[in-house]
């Protein structure tokens, strides 16, 4: 079946704009994850959704960065204000259930190059 | 906060071989493991699972888990030169709502 999709595959955008990217998890997973991964780093988790419940977005690296995930499917990361250091690989991930048990499957990523 | 760790390589074996990569967790409590996948510019690709202590074997990967000294490891046999990737151990982090990923291993198989 369909696997986790994002979009844009690629997004280059000036200082100081907004950007939005979109996931599409794997449908009947009720779990969604925000990952990034900056140039020679390693992954770091931005924001966690499963279901109705509140999210997890301990993660996130500070307040120009915001989620939401719509009827319990489609996900959008906003990086509002962009900095250069906000460059880096955004990825999404999709698992059946939530609970650190289940297998995340990663969607094929948004490469933001900030200039 | 919990922590992966394992070798960055690169480990270098010919084709054929046997390759193992190594991971460490610093939390005992941890219940599951994973092993991904990532080619260069690529994102990762989940291998392996493991749950238990001892091996579980899928084709040429052996994923072997020691919760009492918090390794788990990843044997790939009969290394081919498309195995050639960056290897990433990840474990739950406490919530259960994310992963915490080493930061790789790259392998390199020569033919």
């Known amino acids: 079946g369909a696997g986790v999709s994002q979009s844009p595959s690629n997004k280059v955008t000036e200082k100081g704009k907004d950007v939005e990217l979109r996931c599409d998890p794997i449908s009947g997973h009720t779990a969604l994850y925000w990952y990034r991964q900056s140039l020679g780093q390693g992954l770091e988790f931005l924001i966690y959704f499963q279901g109705n419940s509140a999210p997890d977005k301990s993660g996130l690296p500070s307040d120009r960065f915001s989620a939401e995930r719509t009827g319990g499917s489609v996900s959008t990361l906003t990086i509002q204000r962009t900095q250069q250091e906000d460059s880096a690989v955004y990825l999404c991930?999709?698992?059946?259930?939530?609970?650190?048990?289940?297998?995340?499957?990663f969607g094929p990523g948004t490469r933001l190059t900030v200039t | 906060q919990k922590e992966v760790e394992q070798n960055s390589g690169p480990l270098s074996v010919p084709e054929g071989a046997i390759a193992s990569l190594n991971c460490t967790y610093s939390d005992r409590g941890s219940q599951s493991f994973f092993w991904y996948r990532q080619y260069s510019g690529k994102s990762p690709e989940l291998i392996m699972s493991i749950y238990s202590n001892g091996d579980k074997e899928d084709g040429r990967f052996t994923a072997q888990l020691n919760k009492a000294s918090q390794y788990v490891s990843l044997l790939i046999r009969d290394s081919q030169p498309s195995d050639s990737a960056t290897y990433l151990c990840a474990v739950p982090n406490q919530a259960g709502t994310a992963l915490i990923f080493g930061k790789g291993t790259t392998l390199s198989v020569s033919s």
């Open positions: 991930a999709s698992s059946l259930d939530a609970g650190g048990f289940y297998e995340q499957y």
